[in-house]
């Protein structure tokens, strides 16, 4: 994967509303699945009819997604959109790819990594909303703290991603998302591994 920038690549991929449906089924929206990136913990006791201790409940989810960056992880089969657009990649690089869906509505926030690298390639879809996206040079120190990073030269890529936009960021690639209206974008990363297992990307219908 080589660091790319497409305008109008994808529109309509995953929406205001898609989130809103998404984030109201309490069962999927449990600690491990759903990340909120906020500087303190959040405890809870839940109802009795909630089979994990560990489920978010609405009204601090709420809070969560107004206050702070929130991050969800497996959400690659949240709908069709989003399972067809990780096959393709799957198709394409012969990589495991996930879903995760970043939700931020407070722009006062900086956002929580800074400037940092992944150990895997991203493919990522504005879908609301506008961020600006730098990408520098690959870093060549692959095991340093890979967060928070202050870097000196220009970068190779500095643009205004708007909704249907899609930027491709390889692995040790450092880059910095800062949002520049309440935004809604979708990551897709390529996962390297050497399992060959992938998820069944089989829609149901009956």
Excluded at 71 to 96: G, H, P, T, V, Y
Excluded at 183 to 194: A, D, E, H, N, T
Aim: proline share 6%.
């Amino acid at each position: 994967m080589k660091p790319d920038f497409k305008k109008n690549y994808s529109a309509d991929l995953f929406t205001w509303k898609d989130l809103f449906e998404l984030i109201n089924m309490k069962p999927l929206m449990d600690t491990k699945r759903v990340q909120v990136l906020s500087p303190t913990s959040f405890t809870w006791n839940n109802d009795p009819w909630t089979t994990n201790d560990n489920t978010w409940p609405p009204t601090l989810l709420r809070e969560g997604l107004e206050k702070y960056l929130c991050c969800f992880i497996e959400m690659s089969r949240c709908n069709k959109k989003l399972n067809d657009f990780a096959a393709d990649l799957e198709k394409k690089f012969n990589q495991q790819v996930d879903a995760h869906i970043f939700s931020c509505r407070n722009l006062e926030i900086d956002h929580p990594f800074g400037i940092h690298f992944d150990h895997s390639d991203n493919v990522i879809v504005q879908c609301e909303g506008t961020t600006n996206f730098k990408v520098w040079n690959e870093i060549d120190d692959h095991d340093q703290h890979q967060s928070n990073l202050e870097i000196d030269e220009e970068p190779i890529i500095d643009v205004e991603m708007n909704p249907g936009d899609a930027i491709w960021i390889p692995r040790y690639y450092p880059h910095l998302a800062t949002s520049k209206s309440i935004r809604l974008s979708v990551s897709f990363p390529l996962i390297y591994s050497k399992s060959k297992v992938f998820q069944d990307r089989n829609w149901i219908k009956l």
